[in-house]
Nanobody, 121 residues
Framework: QAQLVESGGGLVQAGGSLRLSCTASGSIFGINHMGWHRQVPGKQREWIAAITSGGFVLCADSVKGRFTISRDNVKSTVYLQMNSLKPEDTAVYYC???????????????WGQGTQVTVSS
C-alpha cells in the first residue's frame, strides 16, 4: 500500500499564490502517475492536474495557465503551484496516485487525506 501525505493548504487572498506538496511512501513502485483533484462541498470531485514519472503534464482547462504541477522523483513528491488564485478555487485539494493515466483521472488507487485551500475575495 502506498500512502500520500499533503501539505501547504491555507487561506489566501484572491490573486495570491500557494504551493501544495504531496509525498508518497510505502509500496510506490510502479505508481507512475500522480496528480491532484479538488472538491467543493456538494459537488463532485474534479481532476485538475497530472504528471507522469517522466514529467509529462496535463492540466484541466479550469486551471491551465495558473496552476503548475511538478514532481521530484528522488523525493517521491509532487507539487502544485497555484498562482492568480480565485475565490472559485476554494476547495479541498486531494493528492492522488495510480499506475495509469485513466485511473488517475477517473478513480485513483490512492488518495491523500486532503488539504483545505480557501481564497478570500
Amino acid at each position: 500500500q502506498a500512502q500520500l501525505v499533503e501539505s501547504g493548504g491555507g487561506l489566501v487572498q484572491a490573486g495570491g499564490s500557494l504551493r501544495l506538496s504531496c509525498t508518497a511512501s510505502g509500496s510506490i513502485f510502479g505508481i507512475n502517475h500522480m496528480g491532484w483533484h479538488r472538491q467543493v462541498p456538494g459537488k463532485q470531485r474534479e481532476w485538475i492536474a497530472a504528471i507522469t514519472s517522466g514529467g509529462f503534464v496535463l492540466c484541466a482547462d479550469s486551471v491551465k495557465g495558473r496552476f503548475t504541477i511538478s514532481r521530484d522523483n528522488v523525493k517521491s513528491t509532487v507539487y502544485l503551484q497555484m498562482n492568480s488564485l480565485k475565490p472559485e478555487d476554494t476547495a479541498v485539494y486531494y493528492c492522488a496516485a495510480d499506475r495509469n493515466a485513466v485511473g488517475l483521472r477517473r478513480n485513483p488507487d490512492y488518495w491523500g487525506q486532503g488539504t483545505q485551500v480557501t481564497v478570500s475575495s
